[in-house]
Structure formats: C-alpha cells, structure tokens
C-alpha cells in the first residue's frame, strides 16, 4: 500500500484546511486509517484515526470539536478536516494504514504499518 497525503498549507489561525491521504497499489478494504503529526523537535502524534466502516472514529483530545476524520472506501481516500485552527497545530501531518489492528493500539504509531510521506501545515497568528 502507497499513500499519499496532500492538503496542507499556511493558513491563518481560525482557518480551515482538508487533508486527503490517497492510497494505491492496493484497497484500503479492512484497513484503519490514522493521521499523525509531528512538530520540529517533538516525537510524532495521534490525531485521529478510523475505521474501514468509517465507524467509530477516534480523536486526540487536542483536536476534539475541531477536527474530522472521514473515508471514502470508494475512492480509497481517507480525509481529515481541520477547523478553527491554531498555531500548536502547526507540523508535519502524515496518514497511515494498518490491516489489524486492535482499539487500544489505535493511538500508536508503531501499531501502522504504511506511512505517507507527510505534508506541513502551518498555522500562522
């Protein structure tokens, strides 16, 4: 499984960004799809993650309210929707997939086993 993530930008604190996270060379079938992300000089972090069913979906506590993680199995894309942002939102967001995966490990990124290769979001005041 390849992924590829795109969306990021610079926005304002208060904005809006999409993220997708696209995957080939295989369907997502079965799969949970996680976003992470990681600042400079910080270790990387949940944000969300979801299901195959795109049911129930998970969320750090930091992003709760403000962001979404959505699928769409048909277009083996996964989406995070991001609101209200801030400026400690800023990093490095990377999607990742996992087949097996169980619920108390769904937070973890050593749990995922495919990785994209990140896109910056940056949130200025």
Do not use: H
Request: glycine share 8%; aromatic share 12%; net charge positive.
């Amino acid at each position: 499984v390849q992924l590829q993530a795109s969306g990021g930008g610079l926005v304002q604190v208060g904005d809006s960004l999409r993220l997708s996270c696209a995957a080939s060379g295989r369907t997502l079938s079965g799969y949970a799809m996680g976003w992470f992300r990681q600042a400079p000089g910080k270790e990387r972090e949940f944000v969300a993650a979801v299901r195959w069913s795109a049911s129930p979906t998970y969320y750090a506590d930091s992003v709760k309210g403000r962001f979404t993680i959505s699928r769409d199995n048909t277009k083996n894309t996964a989406y995070l929707q991001m609101n209200s942002l801030k400026p400690e939102d800023t990093a490095v967001y990377y999607c990742a997939a996992d087949l097996r995966i169980i619920t108390s490990m769904i937070r973890f990124p050593a749990s995922y086993d495919y990785w994209g290769q990140g896109t910056q979001v940056t949130v200025s005041s």
